[in-house]
């Protein structure tokens, strides 16, 4: 599936969307550079699975752990992994009992740990295109495997 983002409320907006969808164990990997709007469609898409919390980039962390509030109680494992030297680092946080877990795992750089990433995942890439304007964005969902 492809969207125009026009400004930032529409990547928000269908982020909370598809974070309304969401199932415990989704994987949704983000691709972009950087000030495209992953950490803005994280929070819109945290919105979505219910999490009432401010949503940020985990930068100094790696991953940041969430629980929504409705009656789905969904878990949000929300990474950014732009900091990562090797993926050793992301098991040591604990990274595949994460996305093979019971919660929604978000994942912001996912490029930078595709050989670790699993088999089945929603993929989001986020695109500028200056000729359309700042603030226009695509975005592209593609589910992988
Ligand atoms: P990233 O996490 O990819 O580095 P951020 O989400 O932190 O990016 O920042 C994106 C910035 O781009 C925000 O300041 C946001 O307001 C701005 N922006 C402008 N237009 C859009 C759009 N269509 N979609 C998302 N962000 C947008
Ligand atoms: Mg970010």
Not at 130 to 137: A, I, T
Request: proline fraction near 2%; hydrophobic fraction near 35%.
């Amino acid at each position: 599936m492809e969207y125009d983002s026009l400004n930032p409320d529409d990547t928000y907006e269908l982020a909370k969307k598809l974070g309304q969808q969401a199932k415990a164990g989704d994987v949704i990997c983000l691709i972009g550079d950087l000030g495209v709007g992953k950490t803005l469609f994280s929070q819109g898409f945290a919105r979505g699975v219910g999490i009432e919390e401010y949503v940020n980039s985990p930068t100094f962390t790696i991953v940041q752990e969430y629980e929504g509030t409705d009656d789905r109680r969904l878990k949000l494992y929300h990474f950014d992994v732009y900091r990562i030297e090797d993926s050793e680092e992301m098991e040591e946080v604990g990274f595949t009992d994460m996305i093979y877990g019971d919660g929604v795992s978000l994942i912001e750089w996912a490029d930078m740990i595709s050989d670790i990433l699993p088999d089945k995942y929603t993929k989001v890439t986020i695109e500028k295109n200056l000729e359309k304007g700042f603030d226009y964005r695509k975005i592209v969902v593609t589910e992988i495997g």
